[in-house]
């Protein structure tokens, strides 16, 4: 019941300010269009680091809304609210991670093939990329979430969240890459998607923990 | 577990190191004078490296010890969260910037015995790449602690993330079993017992120990530090 309304507050924030979510969007187009414009338009070579650039620039994206994922909340006393309520904090940090990844991960699974297609990746390639940010990409929120909540308050909270939270994301970005890249060789991806599932799945039931302890030494 | 309760109090802490550190710095450069002469001088070249193996006297052991270093910043963070333990906030602020140190130190020493070895400066296997993450973890650990005006939340924040980054230690020790690497698998630590050679293998030991003798030593001295820094911040937080 909280958890719903949470999420879904946190959603209709953001349907107001369609900007916020336009602008990563834009982030992750304009990172990955320097790529051809700084190497070179030779598509073999493009089709080779397409994975990697793809993947690389949908962290950078996740990344750029993250800081204000608490710090709105932490700002104007939500927080504490939150803190204070007799519901789990855990499922509170869940449904704002959900939130962001509804807004971002979701969003950038369906524009990257858009964008790889224009890397030269043939049609498998692009089905492959679009599961594997499906899959990883909750990962992310999650994992930037932790980053978030660790730095709330913080000077210099957004340069810090990203050195945080892209150690830890490393390895998804490593599996997310790999399953792109064995698919254009032929071999299966599967093993790489399902290691890839297995990080999200670890990270849905340890990071909200770690989320709540970080949010309730901010509150402190 | 005694000592560690009669060590919590920081002004007591401080009274202990200052009685030990005159004596472990003494060992420790004793140990460090016989170490290196053996290292150096005593222990034979590889049949196949040279004296080129001469590296991994420093490089192994500021290795294993960055490992135990991010180890026992977890430990003192996982004891910080649960116990509210009090001198555990200010040895974990100790401790990082000497193991990041060493994780440099082995980075460096690895880069430099890779390009006679392997003909490179750097390779991105499993083994390297972990390991420079596990820099990267103290580096954000440093930033983290540091980037609070009120050096509680940062000490309090840095313990989640030491909690949340140990779970690199344990990749990195199995990366060599796990991943085609071209790091060198396991030679000590190994369930046939190790494959080194006994000459190469008691100066590499005493090296550890000696290396694990001069972490103590900084920690213990940075602790110290610390605990005078926090009283300092104390009083001038109360004006």
Redesign the interface.
């Known amino acids: 019941m909280g958890f719903g309304a949470l999420f879904l507050r946190d959603l209709r924030l953001v349907w107001r300010r369609p900007g916020d979510v336009a602008v990563v969007l834009a982030f992750f187009v304009v990172a990955t269009v320097l790529f051809p414009l700084g190497i070179g338009p030779e598509t073999n070579l493009l089709a080779r680091i397409a994975a990697g650039v793809l993947w690389a620039a949908a962290l950078f994206a996740s990344m750029l809304s993250l800081d204000r994922l608490f710090a709105a909340d932490y700002e104007d006393g939500a927080l504490d609210l939150l803190l204070l309520a007799p519901w789990p904090l855990e499922l509170a940090a869940l449904a704002k991670c959900a939130a962001h990844w509804v807004v971002t991960g979701l969003p950038l699974a369906v524009l990257a093939p858009l964008i790889g297609g224009a890397f030269g990746l043939d049609g498998a390639s692009l089905v492959v990329l679009a599961l594997t940010l499906l899959v990883g990409t909750p990962a992310l929120s999650l994992i930037g979430g932790?980053a978030a909540a660790?730095?709330l308050?913080?000077?210099?909270?957004g340069a810090?969240l990203a050195?945080?939270a892209?150690?830890?994301c490393?390895p998804t970005l490593i599996f997310g890459a790999s399953a792109i890249e064995t698919t254009a060789t032929g071999e299966g991806f599967w093993v790489h998607l399902a290691i890839l599932g297995a990080l999200a799945l670890v990270s849905l039931a340890?990071?909200p923990w770690?989320i709540a302890?970080?949010l309730r030494?901010?509150g402190? | 577990m005694a000592d560690l309760h009669f060590l919590a109090n920081p002004a007591r802490f401080r009274r202990f190191s200052q009685r030990v550190l005159p004596a472990l710095w003494l060992i420790t450069a004793l140990a460090f004078v016989i170490g290196l002469y053996w290292s150096l001088a005593i222990a034979p070249p590889d049949y196949q490296q040279g004296d080129t193996v001469r590296i991994m006297f420093l490089h192994v052991p500021s290795a294993s010890l960055a490992m135990a270093g991010y180890l026992l910043l977890a430990a003192l963070g996982a004891s910080l969260?649960v116990w509210r333990h009090p001198l555990a906030a200010l040895m974990a602020r100790a401790t990082a910037p000497v193991g990041a140190t060493y994780a440099a130190v082995c980075l460096i020493t690895g880069s430099l015995w890779g390009r006679p070895m392997w003909g490179t400066y750097w390779v991105w296997d499993a083994r390297l790449?972990s390991f420079l993450?596990l820099f990267?973890?103290y580096?954000?650990h440093i930033?983290?602690s540091r980037?609070?005006?009120d050096s509680e939340?940062?000490d309090?924040?840095a313990a989640?993330?030491a909690?949340?980054?140990a779970i690199n230690v344990p990749i990195i020790k199995f990366s060599v079993d796990w991943w085609n690497t071209l790091h060198q698998p396991a030679s000590i630590m190994r369930l046939d017992g190790p494959s080194i050679d006994p000459l190469l293998l008691w100066p590499l030991l005493w090296m550890m120990g000696t290396l694990a003798l001069l972490f103590v030593a900084l920690v213990l001295m940075r602790t110290e530090t610390e605990i005078d820094r926090r009283r300092l911040e104390i009083v001038e937080n109360q004006d």
């Open positions: 932790l660790l730095t308050g913080a000077r210099r909270s810090l050195l945080l892209l150690p830890l490393v340890t990071l770690a302890a970080a030494q901010a402190e | 969260l790449t993450l990267f973890f580096l954000g930033a983290l980037a609070y005006d939340r940062g309090r924040a989640i993330l909690v949340v980054g």
